[in-house]
């Protein structure tokens, strides 16, 4: 889950605290907000993704997920900055 608090972005390190959140949205709204995304690996178990802070920095969280909205919103990228 994508939190903002004082301008600040956040993220849930517990997947589980999503709250039923689609993964595509997740990711989605992490870039709308300013935050980096890559893509650290992709295999049959789906695409695991490392939300970072705006400048590429420090990760904040992972998502892990073969969800076909996320796969398509990702493409053939490997960052949000491609």
Do not use: K, Y
């Not at 709204?29 to 920095?57: F, I, K, M, N, Y």
């Not at 990760?59 to 919103?73: C, G, K, Y």
């Amino acid at each position: 889950m994508v939190n903002v608090h004082d301008g600040r972005m956040t993220a849930s390190r517990h997947p589980d605290d999503r709250g039923g959140q689609d993964p595509a949205a997740v990711v989605q709204r992490w870039q709308e907000l300013g935050g980096v995304w890559q893509v650290v690996s992709r295999g049959p178990a789906g695409v695991t993704v490392s939300l970072r802070r705006c400048d590429g920095g420090e990760e904040i969280d992972r998502i892990t997920s073969d969800d076909p909205a996320l796969l398509t919103f990702l493409g053939e990228r490997t960052t949000s900055q491609e």
